[in-house]
């Protein structure tokens, strides 16, 4: 993009920028620091340019996003690559949350020289709102298709086939000895089918979820979905209430994270943790497998991992969810969900 290149021009270019209020446009020093800052700015995140002007873009960012270093590793691919792009969530003056869409493009002189970058940040939390409001009747949907056919399976098929096994072995007895391995075989095949409808059942709605609870369900899931790797699950919890829509949510995204450490981590130990924060449940999934590279994490976005189900699922639910990982030293997927 070229830059204005007289005064008549400059001052046109930023009265220009001024006059924006959808989007927040502003400049920031090679460092980090706020230099310029527009009236879509101030609308969008709350700060006058007197009080912002000066101080680090790191105060945008939530706690969890710079306990990771998300606003420097953002800065240093922009510098890299000419421009960074993030899509997550951003904290206004008064501390609130909104979701928003930014791009930071680094600014070099004739000579090349980084001088600072141009950051425009997009609030996007009305087309959130209505985004949500979609996932928790997609959601709402899935869980009850789910549901129904859980416990058909369960409560049908399964008990007609147990049933058949059941008079199989009765007639055994009466097979000629010649012919009584088809009778075993015919058995040995139902009990196989049995046990991978009941695997099936499992996967699709855990019997404890709804009869014992989260965490007895989460941890048979654990055993389940380790059994004969040599991943070890462990599960921890302190005394949590959360609804059963808050319920399903969390056990839905630990079941995707736990898919995603035994496919790609190539770890030996997932920690699942999760406790009891702000009027929610703050719910951790940790393993010390080869991790990802900085560039794969700051993208936000690889949906081959599930990632975006797993944040969508979070944020259908007024929850949130952060990625952070080191090559080579394991992956945290940390979630939040409103036990309400």
């Known amino acids: 993009m070229s830059t204005p290149d007289t005064p ?51 105060v945008f960012y939530p706690p969890e996003r710079i306990a990771d270093g998300a606003p420097d590793r953002h800065l240093r691919i922009a ?7 993030d899509e997550g969530w951003r904290v206004r003056r008064d501390g609130s949350r909104f979701w928003a869409r930014a791009t930071i493009t680094a600014l070099h ?55 058949i096994g059941m008079r ?26 049995i046990g991978r409808l009941r695997g099936l059942v499992f996967r699709l709605r855990p019997p404890r979820l709804d009869r014992q609870g989260l965490i007895p369900a989460i941890r048979d899931h654990a055993e389940y979905a380790f059994a004969g790797s040599t991943i070890a699950p462990v599960v921890r919890s302190d ?17 995707e994270a736990l898919a995603n450490v035994y496919k790609h981590a190539q770890a030996s130990v997932v920690h699942v943790d999760l406790s009891a924060v702000d009027g929610g449940v703050l719910v951790c ?35 949130r969810l952060t990625l952070s990982s080191t090559e080579l030293d394991g992956t945290t997927v940390e979630f939040w969900i409103p036990s309400g």
């Open 168 to 193: 199989l072995q009765m007639l055994t007895p009466v097979v000629p000895p010649e012919q009584r391995y088809k009778a075993d075989a015919l058995n040995e095949t139902l009990q196989e089918a």
């Open 79 to 85: 510098a890299e690559r000419g421009h960074a792009e």
């Open 285 to 319: 999934v940790s393993d010390n497998g080869i991790g990802m590279d900085d560039a794969f994490v700051s993208a936000g976005r690889p949906g081959h991992l599930g990632l975006v189900d797993m944040r969508e699922r979070a944020e259908a639910v007024g929850g």
């Open 109 to 163: 002189d004739d000579d090349g020289v980084l001088r600072g970058f141009g950051k425009i940040t997009q609030d996007l939390s009305l087309a959130l709102d209505e985004r949500r409001r979609l996932l928790v009747r997609i959601a709402d949907a899935q869980e009850t298709e789910r549901q129904r056919i859980s416990w058909d399976l369960h409560d049908d098929t399964i008990q007609s086939m147990v049933a």
């Open 8 to 58: 008549y021009e400059e001052a046109l270019f930023r009265l220009m920028v001024q006059s924006v209020h959808e989007y927040a446009i502003y400049a920031l020093s090679p460092e980090g620091l706020v230099t310029t800052w527009n009236q879509g700015a101030e609308q969008i995140k709350g700060y006058s340019a007197a009080e912002i002007v000066g101080r680090h873009f790191s």
């Open 239 to 255: 005394d949590i209430s959360p609804s059963d829509d808050a319920a399903v949510a969390i056990f839905r995204i630990v079941q």
